[in-house]
């Protein structure tokens, strides 16, 4: 039978806006040495729930799927982590200026990317929704046609919105941050709005005005952390990502994060 994922409700919506884009802590250099353990500087956006955003009805730390994964990854290989939060399209600018030792913000591997980064082995496979008002009743791509969809700046959904649009004939305008999306959706601005499953289901979840269906493509969509060209700790994360993989670890972080229910 096929898994149904469930999101916890999470205190995020349009709050995340004033927690993304900036930065927890200045920092302009990567890793330091101290006495104890090295520290790696981490870079995320924070707009992406559930793998990493900031419930600012709790607090304004940044959690999430990712962040727990490369917590769990830091403990096995005894270093410290320093979160900083950006915008998701400086995140491989930022680690190619050294500014960032590792990104982990749900990314995903693709062609030009790799060009100029390295990735690790993944570490999850998501798929593509149509996020659109409810009260516009499409059901296809077809029905899109000669509308607006968002999609994230330098994302994948992006990309795929792109070559949608010739296919199906709708427009693409893209935003920084995903609760941009929902609030242009909201304001009737967009039409739809291309967004990961996982991520997706988290605004379905509180906004009931919203819709979406599944889209189809022949490529997967995995994640991975992302580290500078030739950088020794890709062979260091690789073996315990798939340590966690083996051990069942990563399962866990999916029921804590995303409610698998069969």
Same mark, same amino acid.
């Given at each position: 039978?096929?898994?149904?994922?469930?999101?916890?409700?999470?205190?995020?919506?349009?709050?995340?806006?004033?927690?993304?884009?900036?930065?927890?802590?200045?920092?302009?250099?990567?890793?330091?040495?101290?006495?104890?353990?090295?520290?790696?500087?981490?870079?995320?956006?924070?707009?992406?729930?559930?793998?990493?955003?900031?419930?600012?009805?709790?607090?304004?730390?940044?959690?999430?799927?990712?962040?727990?994964?490369?917590?769990?990854?830091?403990?096995?290989?005894?270093?410290?982590?320093?979160?900083?939060?950006?915008?998701?399209?400086?995140?491989?600018?930022?680690?190619?200026?050294?500014?960032?030792?590792?990104?982990?913000?749900?990314?995903?591997?693709?062609?030009?990317?790799?060009?100029?980064?390295?990735?690790?082995?993944?570490?999850?496979?998501?798929?593509?929704?149509?996020?659109?008002?409810?009260? =516009?009743?499409?059901?296809?791509? !077809? #029905?899109?046609?000669? &509308?607006? +969809?968002?999609? %994230?700046?330098? *994302?994948?959904?992006?990309?795929?919105?792109?070559?949608?649009?010739?296919?199906?004939?709708?427009?693409?305008?893209?935003?920084?941050?995903?609760?941009?999306?929902?609030?242009?959706?909201?304001?009737?601005?967009?039409?739809?709005?291309?967004?990961?499953?996982?991520?997706?289901?988290?605004?379905?979840?509180?906004?009931?005005?919203?819709? =979406?269906?599944?889209?189809?493509? !022949? #490529?997967?969509?995995? &994640?991975? +952390?992302?580290? %500078?060209?030739? *950088?020794?700790?890709?062979?260091?994360?690789?073996?315990?990502?798939?340590?966690?993989?083996?051990?069942?670890?990563?399962?866990?972080?999916?029921?804590?994060?995303?409610?698998?229910?069969?």
């Amino acid at each position: 039978m096929k898994k149904k994922l469930l999101i916890p409700v999470l205190a995020l919506a349009i709050g995340t806006l004033a927690a993304c884009g900036t930065a927890e802590k200045e920092k302009t250099t990567a890793s330091e040495k101290t006495e104890e353990k090295q520290v790696l500087v981490v870079g995320t956006s924070a707009d992406y729930a559930p793998f990493e955003f900031v419930d600012t009805a709790v607090s304004d730390e940044i959690v999430g799927f990712d962040i727990d994964l490369a917590n769990l990854i830091a403990t096995e290989l005894d270093y410290e982590l320093e979160f900083v939060n950006a915008d998701f399209n400086s995140l491989i600018p930022g680690l190619q200026a050294d500014k960032y030792d590792v990104v982990i913000a749900g990314m995903t591997p693709t062609k030009d990317r790799d060009e100029v980064v390295d990735f690790s082995i993944p570490y999850y496979e998501t798929e593509q929704y149509m996020v659109f008002p409810k009260d =516009s009743d499409f059901a296809s791509l !077809e #029905d899109l046609s000669g &509308k607006l +969809v968002g999609a %994230q700046v330098s *994302s994948i959904q992006e990309e795929l919105a792109k070559t949608l649009a010739t296919e199906h004939s709708f427009k693409v305008e893209s935003r920084n941050l995903i609760p941009e999306l929902i609030q242009e959706l909201k304001n009737d601005r967009f039409q739809g709005a291309v967004i990961e499953n996982i991520v997706a289901e988290n605004y379905l979840s509180q906004n009931d005005d919203l819709a =979406s269906f599944p889209i189809e493509v !022949e #490529d997967p969509d995995f &994640k991975s +952390v992302v580290f %500078q060209e030739n *950088s020794e700790l890709k062979g260091q994360f690789d073996e315990v990502i798939q340590k966690l993989i083996d051990e069942g670890k990563i399962d866990e972080l999916k029921k804590k994060w995303f409610v698998v229910e069969e």
